[in-house]
T-cell receptor, first 112, second 115 residues
């Protein structure tokens, strides 16, 4: 059974702090995506990473794909209240015919 | 506006009833995916259609069915509704038969409440 574990499940921090969210699996992914979901809305794609060791930056967000393509991290620098939301990772596995496997999400609250 | 349109946005119905949720994918996208999200839960994959054909099935109950029409819009039918079916139902679309490279575009969801 392919499983994609996200940690932490919940994180509440003050504005201006840094944080890292993790996404781990025992499976090798052909690609991995991060989404952000706000309450009552659908998830919105933030980034797709495909190469082991790849690092992508989106303003204050830094995404890293592990060398072995089994894990990924999302680092937010100087978090702002607008970063509040549910962060979901999703990975595509060749053995699952590239269907996206979803993590349960990290609920992030940034307090002003 | 993501380009994926879901209707209705809210639906309240009684147990035992049947409802139909509608989704129009982003222009040019051939794949449609249906997901269920219960309160404080992750996304549960239900079913995928690609260019009118069923491509993948997830944890979809036998009481639920879906189809994709020639104009590529899709409908999710939920019957014999139970209280536990109350959830957000999302439709997503992608250009190819897999969203592995370019990801999914999600609609805003239909909030179903069964009373």
């Amino acid at each position: 059974t392919q499983l994609l574990e996200q940690s932490p499940q919940f994180l509440s921090i003050q504005e201006g702090e840094n944080l890292t969210v993790y996404c781990n699996s025992s499976s090798v992914f052909s690609s991995l995506q991060w989404y952000r979901q706000e309450p009552g809305e659908g998830p919105v794609l933030l980034v797709t990473v495909v190469t082991g060791g790849e690092v992508k930056k989106l303003k204050r967000l830094t995404f890293q794909f592990g060398d072995a393509r089994k894990d990924s991290s999302l680092h937010i620098t100087a978090a702002q209240p607008g970063d509040t939301g549910l962060y979901l990772c999703a990975g595509a596995i060749r053995d699952s015919n590239y269907q996206l496997i979803w993590g349960a999400g990290t609920k992030l609250i940034i307090k002003p | 506006d993501s380009g994926v349109t879901q209707t209705p946005k809210h639906l309240i119905t009684a147990t035992g009833q049947r409802v139909t949720l509608r989704c129009s994918p982003r222009s040019g996208d051939l794949s449609v995916y249906w997901y269920q999200q219960s309160l404080d839960q992750g996304l549960q994959f239900l079913i995928q259609y690609y260019n009118g054909e069923e491509r993948a099935k997830g944890n979809i109950l036998e009481r639920f069915s879906a189809q994709q029409f020639p104009d590529l819009h899709s409908e999710l039918n939920l019957s014999s509704l139970e209280l536990g079916d109350s959830a957000l139902y999302f439709c997503a679309s992608s250009a190819s038969w897999t969203g592995a490279t370019y990801g999914y575009t999600f609609g805003s969801g239909t909030r179903l409440t069964v009373v």
